[in-house]
């Protein structure tokens, strides 16, 4: 086959697939609109990734910069803005509470042979870790089968926190 006539099918196919991806896969993806997906808990992680708040697979190794504040939280508690993720200035903010950072060693009982972190406003830390999280709280159909008020922070939802092998204090910025 000439060059020209393979050109020439390469382009009608380039172009059957940008219709389909710009009619065809919004009108699939419409049909997804108002359903409730379901994934088998034994499928997640293993099968379907879950990506975490630092938009990583959850127990993906990753180093994280940020600063702690204790002005960001309503009991002045520390969070952990971060500001680099493997390196790299982020620009949206993602802040962990002190208690969603966790080291690993706190998960075995064993000797810690990482530093208490005890942060400062102003302190920026460099973590090496990763993030990992759980589901929390009482559905609604729990709550109405309970007949009674039950405080729920975060509700029924999925939370996710930082478990470190690494800390290391960087700087004070104040």
Request: charged fraction near 25%.
């Amino acid at each position: 086959m000439a060059r020209s006539a393979r050109l020439t099918i390469l382009w009608w196919l380039t172009l059957a697939g940008v219709i389909a991806s710009v009619f065809v896969l919004p009108v699939a993806l419409g049909d997804l609109q108002g359903k409730q997906l379901g994934v088998m808990a034994s499928d997640l992680v293993t099968r379907v990734p879950i990506i975490g708040r630092l938009g990583r697979p959850l127990g993906q190794m990753t180093t994280v910069r940020g600063v702690w504040h204790a002005e960001l939280a309503k009991d002045m508690s520390p969070q952990f803005r971060v500001t680099h993720i493997d390196g790299k200035e982020i620009t949206r903010s993602i802040d962990f509470l002190l208690e969603r950072m966790k080291p690993l060693m706190d998960d075995y009982l064993l000797e810690s042979p990482v530093e208490d972190m005890r942060p400062t406003s102003g302190d920026v830390w460099e973590l090496r870790g990763y993030e990992t999280g759980k589901v929390v709280g009482l559905s609604d159909e729990v709550m109405k089968g309970l007949h009674t008020s039950v405080q729920q922070p975060n509700g029924f939802s999925f939370v996710t926190r930082f478990v470190y092998i690494r800390a290391k204090w960087v700087e004070r910025t104040r």
